[in-house]
């Protein structure tokens, strides 16, 4: 398809407001009630995230968009990680809900939790929320992050903080990278292709097209100190650049 065209022609907004959209916002409500439903029972949150997985799968299918996964061996080689991700569209946690097979806990804007079902679902499943304006709130919640992680759950990230405006990358936060260095585990860069142009932000209409998600190799953090978090973060954001460029 290439790159998302401006004005998005009628067609693609017919599709998306009569087929699209309404599927989507229903199979939302569904799941985030059986995820709700399912919180009373479900201390681990397995059952909570299967239901998210199901709702993800639904979603990028309901895009109409192919999805293929390159480097998926590199998801298997660490029993935790933080996976950190470029941030390009509303249809990025789906994607990674979608195609990441294993349980994790992702950290995310606090405003999320704000929003039907999908801030029931982050709330009762235990998903990190982050107050990048209050700085005392952000470092207790990157200190509850890095429990998590030395407790055995990975963590998924968007190291920029925010969705790109223009499909290039933001520059990196250093939030991923301190908290790989803090809990001594791998940090593993995730490169997302395709997904700004299906959903930017600020728009509400699906533009179908080749989907990619790129794993590269861990950067192991054994050894290093948090005096390395920049240069952490550098060879985090570079890494990303290389996986875009495939």
């Known amino acids: 398809m290439g790159r998302r065209p401006n004005p998005l022609p009628r067609y693609y907004r017919w599709k998306s407001n009569l087929l699209q959209a309404p ?16 919180s009373l029972f479900d201390r681990r949150g397995r059952v909570q995230h ?31 990680a933080v996976y950190a991700s470029n941030h390009t569209s509303y249809m990025d ?28 679902y982050l709330e009762r499943s235990g998903q990190m929320a982050i107050d990048t304006e209050n700085q005392q709130m952000t470092r207790s919640s990157l200190g509850a992050a890095v429990k998590t992680l030395r407790a055995g759950m990975p963590l998924c990230v968007f190291p920029e903080g925010r969705r790109t405006l223009d499909g290039e990358l933001n520059p990196f936060l250093s939030g991923a990278a301190y908290l790989a260095i803090r809990a001594q585990v791998p940090l593993v860069p995730i490169a997302l292709v395709g997904v700004f142009d299906l959903l930017p932000m600020h728009t509400h209409h699906f533009y179908p097209g080749k989907l990619a998600m790129r794993v590269g190799e861990p950067i192991e953090t054994a050894g290093m100190s948090v005096r390395q978090v920049a240069e952490l973060t550098a060879r985090l954001r570079a890494a990303i650049v290389e996986l875009l460029a495939r």
């Open 93 to 120: 946690v789906p994607v990674l809900f979608a195609n990441l097979p294993f349980q994790f806990r992702i950290m995310a804007k606090k405003e999320l939790w704000r929003l039907p079902f999908i801030g029931w």
């Open 23 to 38: 599927f989507f916002f229903l199979m939302t409500a569904l799941c985030g009630s059986l995820a709700l439903a399912a």
């Open 50 to 80: 299967r239901i998210a997985r199901l709702w993800a799968r639904i979603s990028v299918c309901c895009s109409w968009s192919p999805l293929t996964v390159e480097g998926a061996e590199n998801l298997r080689k660490c029993p935790v």
